[in-house]
């Protein structure tokens, strides 16, 4: 009964090297979101969906893009991955006004 | 500028006592605040939310309080076990008509020895 599905659960790319992470959702929720989190760190959220609409926060960096094509699926695109880049990526959902749903989370590694 | 601090430093605890969280903030002035528990290598789990007319909130083991005037929630665990231990987060919310968007606080550690 998995309700927010990350894939995959750990992903090594090369740096400079494009890369996808994909997130469903079984809960039917109208917001999905995605975060990044370093090691002993805040999650640093990127951007989120409500709905169709997307909303890029002011600082996430334009090598990260994000594609929503219907409401259970999510894909966080890494257009150019640099040695900063490594961390963990959450997903989450929720509805307007709830506590967020976090997936197990895909940890990336760039060598 | 708007900061959301915890504690970084890991809380040791005995098994059986109360452990209790801190969660300061400034230059927000939220609708509600949730804590959520994260395990290594896992995504953040939401135990609690509490709004800004609520002074307290419990459940089961969990007890948060809310205090807008000093800016401050606190998160008690009453006797606390070893599989309370974990990483605990703070968010505060800024809701807006894009969604519910939350701003986490770096996350306290708490370790409880048997």
């Known amino acids: 009964d998995a309700m927010v599905i990350q894939n995959p659960r750990y992903q090594v790319t090369q740096f400079g090297k494009p890369v996808t992470l994909s997130c469903s959702q079984t809960?039917?929720?109208?917001?999905m979101y995605w975060y990044q989190q370093k090691s002993s760190q805040a999650p640093k959220l990127l951007f989120h969906?409500?709905?169709?609409?997307?909303?890029n926060e002011a600082d996430t960096p334009d090598n990260f893009q994000s594609r929503r094509p219907n409401t259970s699926f999510c894909f966080l695109d890494i257009r150019s991955p640099g040695l900063g880049d490594a961390a963990m990526y959450l997903c989450?959902?929720?509805?307007?006004?709830?506590?967020?749903?976090f997936g197990p989370g895909t940890r990336l590694t760039v060598l | 500028s708007q900061k959301i601090e915890q504690n970084s430093e890991a809380l040791n605890i005995q098994e059986g006592k109360t452990a209790t969280l801190t969660c300061n903030y400034t230059n927000y002035s939220p609708a509600y605040l949730q804590w959520y528990r994260q395990d290594p290598g896992r995504g953040p789990v939401f135990l609690l939310l509490?709004?800004?007319?609520?002074k307290e909130k419990r459940k089961e083991r969990l007890k948060v309080t809310f205090d807008t005037t000093l800016k401050q929630s606190l998160f008690h665990i009453t006797a606390s076990q070893p599989a309370d231990s974990a990483t605990y987060l703070c968010?505060?919310?800024?809701?807006?008509?894009?969604?519910?968007?939350?701003?986490f606080g770096g996350g306290t550690r708490l370790m409880v020895k048997p």
């Open positions: 809960l039917n929720h109208n917001v």
């Open positions: 509490i709004r800004e007319n609520e």
């Open positions: 968010a505060l919310d800024h809701n807006n008509n894009a969604g519910n968007m939350l701003t």
């Open positions: 969906y409500y709905d169709k609409d997307f909303n």
């Open positions: 989450a959902t929720s509805t307007r006004e709830s506590e967020q749903f």
